[in-house]
Nanobody, 116 residues
Framework: HVQLVESGGGSVQAGGSQRLSCTAR????????MGWIRQVSGQERELIAS???????TYTDSVKGRVTISQDYAKNTVYLQMNGLAPEDTAVYYC???????????WGQGTQVTVS
């Protein structure tokens, strides 16, 4: 079992930056695919970035060039660096882990990011 804990959310002004962290408190994600999924109020969850165990990354078009996903195995942590934030980025951001892209077996509790 992998317990994921997100941190780093909060309020930020438009144009600003935010870095989210996702730490595996139990278990490890060294062999897993990790993803950051966000949910805008009233909408379905959307995968915005992923990173596989070989370091391959994917980004949804709406965040390309503004967002970077990275991982630190030594700290058992995955990061989401977001720049150039806009109000439409306001959402609850979840990290998830699974055996492959889209197969999310474990989820964090989510962290709110509000851009105004």
């Amino acid at each position: 079992h992998v317990q994921l804990v997100e941190s780093g959310g909060g309020s930020v002004q438009a144009g600003g930056s935010q870095r989210l962290s996702c730490t595996a408190r139990t278990g490890t994600f060294s062999s897993a695919c990790m993803g950051w999924i966000r949910q805008v109020s009233g909408q379905e969850r959307e995968l915005i970035a992923s990173i596989s165990s070989d370091g391959t990354t994917t980004y949804t078009d709406s965040v390309k060039g503004r967002v970077t996903i990275s991982q630190d195995y030594a700290k058992n942590t995955v990061y989401l660096q977001m720049n150039g934030l806009a109000p439409e980025d306001t959402a609850v951001y979840y990290c998830a882990a699974g055996p492959s892209l889209g197969q999310w077996s474990y989820w964090g509790q989510g962290t709110q990011v509000t851009v105004s």
